[in-house]
């Protein structure tokens, strides 16, 4: 099966960096998403780590290392508006597609 | 382009009803998704349907099942409603099968069972 470990909930200051963890076990493994949920919204794609390295959009990064089956998502220049559920997803070929997500991390940012 | 489309957004049911949720993906999509996320469970994987076949499905009982038409639509169906079925169920599409793990989630249909 699929289990993916996060944390339930960071807090942080406006303007600092935040890391989000996130450790998997899965077969099939295929890559590592990472998704923003605010309250009352959808999940919105962040960023996609198929191969070793951090990947930067942004403010956004995300780093995957596949032999310690082990990723993060780093936030930069904290919001207020990054407020948000975070949400590590591991997408696997087990005979078909599907893609697995955590049970998100909280982010709070303090003024 | 329009994004992924829920219908409907809102519901009340009774336990031991049925109720057949609607999504209608991306165009050109032809991967659907279907997740329920309940309040500190994350997004859990009901199941993934691509050309109109289901190509897999999560532990959920055989009360939760779905389909796929060839647009690309998609319904879920639960039957015999139980409290713990409340949640949103959101659908997601994407074109590549997911394989660059971007999947375009529509806004929910949420449901609430009395």
């Known amino acids: 099966g699929q289990s993916l470990e996060q944390p339930s909930e960071v807090t942080a200051v406006e303007g600092a960096i935040v890391q989000i963890n996130c450790t998997y076990q899965?077969?099939?493994?295929?890559?590592l998403s990472w998704y923003q949920q605010h309250d009352g919204g959808a999940p919105t794609f962040l960023s996609y780590?198929?191969?070793?390295g951090l990947e930067e959009t942004g403010r956004f990064s995300s780093f995957l290392s596949r032999s310690d089956s082990y990723g993060y998502l780093l936030l930069q220049e904290l919001q207020m508006k990054d407020s948000a559920s975070y949400f590590c997803?591991?997408?696997?070929?087990?005979?078909?597609?599907?893609?697995?997500f955590g049970a998100g991390t909280r982010l709070f940012v303090k003024a | 382009k329009a994004g992924v489309t829920q219908t409907p957004r809102y519901l009340i049911k009774t336990r031991g009803q049925q109720v057949t949720l609607s999504c209608s993906p991306i165009?050109?999509?032809?991967?659907v998704s279907w997740y329920q996320q309940t309040p500190g469970q994350g997004l859990q994987f009901l199941f993934e349907?691509?050309?109109?076949?289901?190509?897999n499905k999560g532990n959920f009982p055989g009360r939760f099942s779905g389909r796929q038409f060839s647009n690309s639509r998609s319904e879920m169906n639960v039957s015999t409603l139980e409290l713990g079925d409340s949640a949103l169920y959101l659908c997601?599409?994407?074109?590549?099968?997911?394989?660059?793990?971007?999947?375009?989630f529509g806004e929910g249909s949420r449901l609430t069972v009395l």
């Open positions: 997601a599409s994407t074109a590549s099968g997911g394989l660059t793990g971007e999947l375009f």
């Open positions: 899965t077969s099939g493994f295929y890559g």
């Open positions: 780590n198929g191969l070793d």
């Open positions: 997803a591991v997408s696997a070929n087990t005979g078909g597609f599907k893609t697995i």
């Open positions: 165009s050109g999509h032809r991967s």
């Open positions: 349907y691509f050309s109109e076949t289901q190509r």
